[in-house]
């Protein structure tokens, strides 16, 4: 470890350098998962350019099969369902980055504080941890968004407070094991203190679990934002987020097109995340592998 | 009927497969009927149950004085073999027929007064059947005579509810079971009744596990004609789709919910349907006495909206076409109704009316029960009024919610717009009026005002309403048709669609129909 502010510009571009040729180690699988979600990432910032359909506007008669003109069909009220699947993105996928950014921050910050300091401030944060980790999260998600009422908004908060214990323990394993390194020691023999040491000289080594944990995680917060849209506690209608498009379509069993589209959707995301993460635990963080 | 009690959820998905796996194998060429539908059971004490599962099982283990035969309007001796009314609708004298309860011993005059006073005193859901009755007497040991307070030429019609089913007075007592005005209170049988029942049906209650099934016994002592079937299962299916596929498979003799639509995809070639006209329907409700809402949502502005909805849109999207338009909240073929006209979508008037009444760039929220009744899910029906609200400038926000949520904040007025649903409990205009008139004191009143009755309340209501129960045929239907216009004027409760209902059954079942009162007579049902 360098102690010359100077050197510093040119070790980060070196650390950016080997960065990069690791990510260009990445297994198939991985790079399948990037590129899907550089699809999703694209539509969501262009989808509205696009020439699709309205997705809030009757364009069609009502459940037309998959044809030329709606290439996922139309839905109970006559809307397409390949557009509606297209803009669901703008609402499924932003919610998951705000989901896991808030859960992140609030875990981490948490968690490194809790390993940090110990005591009674790690008591009272692990403690909390385990309250909120002994509901099954679907249940725990539920409960609040129920309280809450119906939204997205809502649904969201309920999400970051399932999702953000597992960041916590997380980090603070992390903290405790860099806190006893040697390099820690030192710093502190030359007179760091508190904070700073937290800051500067930890946790930068703990960051590569929180980021492979987030983007594993990414794909089930969309499930479960779906899930509780569908069943009634995430999107309001006529917002074409995909569980409740979902759920519209599961009472009509032999029109099977109205699921299709959200169901492949959150399939891509889910599948093209869980694949990402792997691939990046893989080279970061072979330990758990 | 206010079906507050639906099950909802993931248990009732779970539940839902559990009972498919543990039905039946296979129903047909036994003695026992298997139906399949998803139960919404509250209780099973009669005089506290209200629910449509209610209806049918009530129907097949009571017996009420008086029935209602399948043309769905006239009355027909039940338990009592004539009956008399005094000229003014006051006073109703039965005399009952040498019936028997279950236990042997005979159905006499003092149990039906002990069942029609327990009705009244418990104060539960269908109490409301004994409003008004001043005073229950036996006159003999076969002959009873009720007065009530107020002319009432609906009376004999309600004493054909299900509700109204009569109790064997000695072992309902011998249960917990009380009559007395403390009722309400002192009356502990309520879960005597959930394992037993003590009626003079052809059926008995065997027994009942929430959720999962609800299983009837032959009356062996029955009093009457034999039902066809030594046991009746009702088994718990929660969705059409899988009522439907027990029914190909032959686990099932009967689903009782299919809708139309689930109806067209059955393949299989002994399974019948048949498509009936019912008396259920589907409405959206206003709250003028919602937050903030004193002053916009004038009965101009109602008329407005309720021009905005394209009802023939809406038969189509909510059923594929199979269901029927309703002008006012008494279903169609109900009496009063064949006077009435349905609305029709006028979107210039609409705007007109409320450019007049300085209402442009209106915003509504709709506050309703996220669920799939009678067919009709009301996320789809909503938007749909949402759509035809926007194209004459009016922005509704939609906030579909539990149950629980959505009773809580419609007592505490959170929004302006609703939708539920209503089927009857026995043939008459008169419950609609009770439940749906804006008459100082009745539910609607209490809903739509928020405790600010002057609000809505119609002054000409309460005389048409006294006029209608203190006289009978042709001038009672014309005071109902006047109460008809007047609600439609009020625009308080739009009906949107009265959904067609789906008998679904196999082929070797005969006897299934649809009774206004009692939903599926299971007595009639045999195999051929």
């Known amino acids: 470890m360098t102690r010359t502010p100077a050197a510093a510009p040119r070790a980060s571009l070196s650390r950016a350098k080997a960065v990069w040729r690791t990510l260009r180690r990445l297994p198939p699988t991985a790079r399948i998962g990037a590129l899907i979600l550089l699809f999703w990432a694209i539509t969501v910032l262009t989808v509205h350019l696009w020439p699709i359909a309205d997705p809030l506007a009757m364009v069609g008669r009502r459940l037309q099969p998959p044809s030329p003109d709606h290439w996922l069909g139309t839905d109970a009220l006559g809307r397409d369902v390949f557009a509606r699947t297209l803009r669901g993105a703008v609402w499924s996928i932003p919610i998951a980055t705000v989901v896991v950014a808030c859960a992140v921050a609030l875990g981490s910050v948490l968690g490194a504080l809790s390993g940090f300091y110990g005591g009674w401030t790690d008591s009272i944060v692990m403690r909390l941890v385990d309250v909120t980790l002994a509901f099954p999260p679907i249940l725990l998600a539920m409960a609040v968004a129920a309280m809450l009422g119906p939204g997205l908004a809502n649904a969201s908060i309920a999400m970051v407070i399932v999702w953000w214990p597992i960041y916590a323990r997380l980090m603070r394993a992390q903290v405790l094991e860099v806190r006893e390194r040697e390099h820690v020691e030192a710093a502190v023999a030359g007179g760091a203190r508190g904070l700073r040491v937290l800051r500067v000289h930890i946790l930068p080594l703990c960051w590569t679990p929180t980021l492979i944990n987030a983007t594993m995680d990414f794909g089930q917060v969309i499930l479960l934002a779906a899930s509780l849209s569908f069943i009634g506690l995430g999107a309001t209608p006529p917002a074409p987020e995909w569980g409740s498009m979902i759920s519209e379509g599961a009472t009509r069993f032999y029109e099977w097109w109205i699921a299709f589209g959200p169901g492949m959707a959150i399939l891509s995301v889910v599948l093209a995340t869980s694949f990402l993460g792997d691939g990046l635990r893989d080279l970061f963080d072979r330990r758990s592998g | ?528």
């Open chain 2, 1 to 528: 009927m206010k079906h507050f009690s639906l099950k909802q959820g993931l248990s009732a998905l779970l539940l839902a497969g559990t009972a498919i796996t543990a039905a039946p194998a296979l129903a047909q060429d036994s003695d026992t009927l298997v139906i399949a539908r998803s139960m919404d059971v509250n209780s099973l004490d009669p005089s506290r149950a209200f629910c449509d599962t209610c209806q049918f099982y009530l129907t097949a283990v009571y017996e009420t004085l008086v029935t209602l035969d399948a043309d769905n309007k006239t009355l027909v001796p039940n338990l009592a073999e004539s009956w008399e009314v005094n000229d003014d609708f006051t006073e109703f004298t039965f005399a009952l027929k040498d019936a028997t309860f279950a236990d042997g011993s005979p159905v006499e005059a003092s149990d039906v007064v002990w069942t029609f006073e327990r009705l009244k005193n418990l104060k539960g859901s269908p109490s409301f059947l004994m409003d008004g009755l001043t005073g229950a007497e036996a006159v003999d040991a076969k002959t009873v005579k009720f007065t009530v307070e107020a002319p009432n030429a609906e009376f004999l019609n309600k004493v054909s509810a299900p509700y109204a089913g009569i109790i064997n007075a000695e072992v309902a007592e011998a249960n917990g079971a009380m009559a007395g005005e403390d009722a309400a209170e002192a009356d502990k049988s309520e879960p005597w009744f959930l394992a037993n029942s003590a009626g003079s049906g052809p059926f008995t209650l065997a027994s009942y596990s929430p959720e999962a099934e609800l299983r009837l016994a032959k009356n062996d002592a029955y009093w009457g004609t034999a039902p066809a079937f030594s046991e009746v299962v009702v088994t718990q299916i929660q969705d059409a789709v899988s009522q439907a596929q027990a029914l190909e498979t032959g686990q099932v003799d009967i689903a009782m919910q299919i809708d139309p639509d689930t109806a067209k995809s059955i393949r299989s070639g002994d399974v019948t349907t048949e498509i009936v006209p019912s008396f259920n329907f589907v409405y959206i409700g206003f709250i003028p006495g919602a937050k903030g809402m004193e002053e916009v949502l004038t009965p101009e502005v109602r008329q407005a909206l309720a021009l905005a909805i394209d009802y023939d849109g809406m038969l189509d999207f909510t059923v594929g076409g199979n269901g029927a338009k309703q002008a006012a909240p008494i279903p169609n073929g109900f009496p009063g109704t064949s006077g009435l006209t349905p609305r029709e979508q006028d979107v210039e008037k609409a705007k007109e009316m409320l450019a007049a009444a300085g209402a442009e760039g209106l915003k509504l929220t709709a506050g309703y029960p996220n669920d799939n009744i009678y067919g009709v899910d009301f996320n789809i029906m909503m938007q749909k009024v949402q759509q035809d609200f926007a194209a004459v400038g009016v922005e509704l926000e939609l906030k579909p919610l539990t149950w629980a949520v959505w009773r809580d904040e419609l007592g505490a007025g959170e929004w302006p717009v609703t939708a539920i649903y209503y089927a009857p409990d026995y043939y008459g205009s008169g419950q609609y009026i009770a439940y749906f008139a804006m008459i100082e004191g009745f539910p609607w009143v209490g809903r739509a005002s928020v405790g600010k009755p002057e609000l809505v309340v119609n002054p000409a209501e309460a005389d048409l309403y006294a006029k209608a129960l203190a006289t009978s045929g042709a001038e009672s239907e014309a005071a109902y048709t006047a109460l008809g216009e007047e609600m439609m004027k009020d625009a308080i409760i739009l009906p949107l669609v009265s959904p067609n209902l789906v008998l679904a059954y196999r082929n070797d079942i005969e006897g299934v129909r649809y009774s206004a009162c009692c939903n599926l007579p299971l007595a009639e049902i045999t195999r051929k």
